[in-house]
Every structure is written in C-alpha cells, then in structure tokens.
Nanobody, 116 residues
C-alpha cells in the first residue's frame, strides 16, 4: 500500500526556518524523482522543489535560494529545508513523485504557517 507521510510543519515568524520530512512506503522510492508541492485553499497545487534519483535539484523561482530539497534513499525519505520564510510561504505542503502520470495518492500534508 502506497503511503506518503509528511511532517515537520508548524508556525514560525518571518525569517524563520522549518525542516519538513516525507516518509514514503509502498513505492520504489530510489528510482523515482520526488518533489515537494504546496497548496493554499482555493488554489492549484504547485511544485516548489524536486530532486532526481541522482540528486539533481530544481526549484520554483519563488523559493530559489531559500529552500533546499534532499533525499535519503536508505530511509525512503525526502526533506525540505526552508529558510528565510515569508508570509507567502504559508500553505499545506505535500510530497509526491514528480512525473504526473506516476503520482501516488496524496498524503495528508503538513501545514506551514508564517506569522508574526
């Protein structure tokens, strides 16, 4: 059974940091590019960071230079280090594969709130 479990969200002040984790099971994790997505109420889910099986990364312009994605294939886990957080980073964050045709069922996500 495929399961993606995100954790690490919370409430931080602007300029703060959080580290999100996503534990995957039931998928061939090491052979899939993985990504972090975010979605605000009423908006489409957007891909903000991705990492290939070889560790190459890509970022949305809105998070470039502030977020860092990484993965640990031995633990079937992908991480998102978020620094210099801004109000507009407030969203629910999800992880999943990157190729649309290969998406797994979405997990519950983890809420990130940036508030003063």
């Amino acid at each position: 059974q495929v399961q993606l479990v995100e954790s690490g969200g919370g409430t931080v002040q602007p300029g703060g940091s959080l580290r999100l984790s996503c534990a995957a099971s039931g998928i061939f994790f090491s052979i899939n590019s993985m990504g972090w997505y975010r979605q605000a109420p009423g908006k489409q889910r957007e891909l903000v960071a991705s990492i290939t099986t070889r560790g190459s990364t890509n970022y949305a312009d809105s998070v470039k230079g502030r977020f860092t994605i990484s993965r640990d294939n031995a633990k079937n886990t992908v991480y998102l280090q978020m620094n210099s957080l801004k109000f507009e980073d407030t969203d629910v964050y999800y992880c999943n594969k990157v190729i649309p045709a290969r998406l797994s069922p979405w997990g519950q996500g983890t809420q990130v709130t940036v508030s003063s």
